[in-house]
């Protein structure tokens, strides 16, 4: 079974540009979830999706955004840009119940200059 | 407050046993996590227990809890240099909230 993809791997972009990311999470996984990994700050949660709903929300500026296709496919959007966006974004997909076990992908690493 | 903590740091030599700890402050917390993440990586999900479990064996990991010291434990037998990564603790604090987790600890194999 393939694991979870995300697109583009490296991504730069300027101050002030907005990006979108990808994710296609493991085949019959119905949640993703979306980090961002930094070295200062660590792994901080950004949200959850479950079904196309937001089930979860980070304590993340609403510059970030995200959302999920009926394919469980999932896509989060940075817009206006900063340098201290600068991160690997991590995405993760799970059944959920009962363990709750999430499977990462490989992570789009972006930089912002 | 949610907070998980790691030290930052481990070295050890082939052949050792490593043990990275792992302390986490939501009692309530159902399950407990461990990952790995090599270089330029996403995190790997090496094993989890559950809340109400003492301990969990998976070939040469095992995983200890302590629910009392809110104190969790990975134990690598026989450390081969592919080991090497950073390793993260992490708690779901219940059923229906996001993973929280540690700062990781970067263990270091020598050969």
């Known amino acids: 079974k393939a694991g979870v993809t995300q697109t583009p791997r490296y991504l730069i972009k300027t101050r002030g540009q907005q990006v979108t990311l990808s994710c296609s999470p493991i085949s019959g996984h119905r949640s993703v979830s979306w980090y961002q990994q930094t070295p200062g700050q660590g792994l901080q949660f950004l949200f959850e999706y479950f079904s196309e709903t937001q089930r979860n929300k980070g304590n993340f500026p609403g510059r970030f955004s995200g959302r999920q296709f009926s394919n469980s496919r999932s896509e989060m959007n940075v817009s206006t840009l900063e340098l201290g966006d600068s991160a690997l974004y991590l995405c993760?997909?799970?059944?959920?119940?009962?363990?709750?076990?999430?499977?990462f992908g490989p992570g789009t690493r972006l930089t912002v200059t | 407050g949610e907070d998980v903590e790691q030290s930052l740091f481990l070295s050890v030599r082939e052949g050792d046993s490593s043990v990275i700890n792992c302390t986490y402050t939501d009692s309530s917390s159902t399950y407990l996590y461990w990952y790995k993440q090599e270089p330029g990586a996403g995190l790997q999900l090496l094993t989890y227990i559950f809340s109400n479990m003492d301990m969990k064996q998976d070939q040469r990991l095992t995983v200890l809890l302590n629910k009392k010291d809110k104190h969790l434990s990975l134990r690598i037998a026989d450390t081969q240099t592919g080991d090497s990564a950073i390793y993260f603790c992490a708690e779901r604090p219940s059923g229906n909230t996001p993973l929280v987790f540690g700062k990781g600890t970067r263990l270091s194999v020598i050969a």
């Open positions: 993760a997909s799970s059944f959920r119940e009962p363990s709750y076990e999430q499977y």
